[in-house]
Nanobody, 113 residues
Framework: VQLQASGGGLVQAGGSLRLSCAVS????????MGWYRQAPGHERELVGM???????NYADSVKGRFTISRSNVKNTVYLQMKNLKPEDTALYYC????????WGQGTQVTVSS
């Protein structure tokens, strides 16, 4: 099983980015899908997650700005990020849970002020 994340980059404060993470390989009945992030000198933190039936949960710091969604057909999870702030700068990791956790390689998001 491999997770391929894409969509990171450099953006000015107030801008938007959309991250994608596609799951390949043999995997059955993915339960949760989501995103974590880790900034230099900080612990990895949950950004948001979406369950198989569409329940979502977000970190307080991104509520109202980030939207997570998924395609169960494509085995892909998305993170739409709007009104980005410099403090959103981090390496973003996608994950899925299907009996165990699988992680992507991370995609860098840098927000300039």
């Amino acid at each position: 099983v491999q997770l391929q994340a894409s969509g990171g980059g450099l953006v000015q404060a107030g801008g938007s980015l959309r991250l994608s993470c596609a799951v390949s390989g043999t995997i059955f009945s993915i339960n949760d899908m989501g995103w974590y992030r880790q900034a230099p000198g900080h612990e990895r933190e949950l950004v948001g997650m979406v369950s198989r039936v569409g329940y979502t949960n977000y970190a307080d710091s991104v509520k109202g700005r980030f939207t997570i969604s998924r395609s169960n057909v494509k085995n892909t999870v998305y993170l739409q990020m709007k009104n980005l702030k410099p403090e959103d700068t981090a390496l973003y990791y996608c994950y899925v849970y299907s009996g165990r956790s699988y992680w992507g390689q991370g995609t860098q998001v840098t927000v300039s002020s």
